[in-house]
């Protein structure tokens, strides 16, 4: 009886050692995807990293009081897109601390509103090309000062300005390395970027 008993204990225990775990392909397929290695121009990075902009700066410009007072958003909105999204108002721009990538496109936009010329988005490469800083500027609009006059919007440094002024910058970072791993082979392939 003891050696039956011993038989059983040691047969479960081979069972379960030998227990199938069922691998995931869906994920390992994605992986290996990310995996190929893919031959990008300068130009097509450009392409993608301005079409990605593109995508977060709309969802940023359709809600601006939302995503001004609630930066769980934007958090969400950069872990979605790989990416990281900072708010800078225009007071922080005089910062020592802020980048000068950031200071000169920020001029930009100030030479742009003294010459009463329409604000529109930009992509600069910073650096060596690890990284593209798109930038959507965020002018004040009576939705924004209604906010800021009720208190909706608490950040203190965000202080009202005239209607139609730049109020800040939305900053949109985006890696090199997270643009390419997005990229559909396929898409690369047909030249479609």
Known sequence: MKIVGCVLILGMLG????????MDTAKMKHDMENQQIKHVTSSQL?????????????????QPVRVLTTPALVD??????????VFIPTQELSNPQTDVKIKEVFDAYQYSAEKHLSQETNIQ?????????YTVPVVM???????????????PVIKAVP???????WTIFLSRKELIRQIDPKKLEKKQI
């Open 15 to 22: 069972l379960n050692a030998c227990e199938f775990k069922r």
């Open 46 to 62: 450009s392409t993608l990293a301005s079409e990605k902009g593109d995508e977060i700066g709309r969802i940023l410009q359709s």
């Open 76 to 85: 969400s909105l950069a872990k979605a897109s790989a990416s990281r999204i």
């Open 125 to 133: 490469k910073i650096g060596d090309g690890s990284e593209w800083l």
């Open 141 to 155: 609009t009576k939705e924004i000062e209604a906010a800021l006059a009720n208190k909706s919007i608490s950040n």
């Open 163 to 169: 209607q139609n002024d730049l109020l800040g910058l």
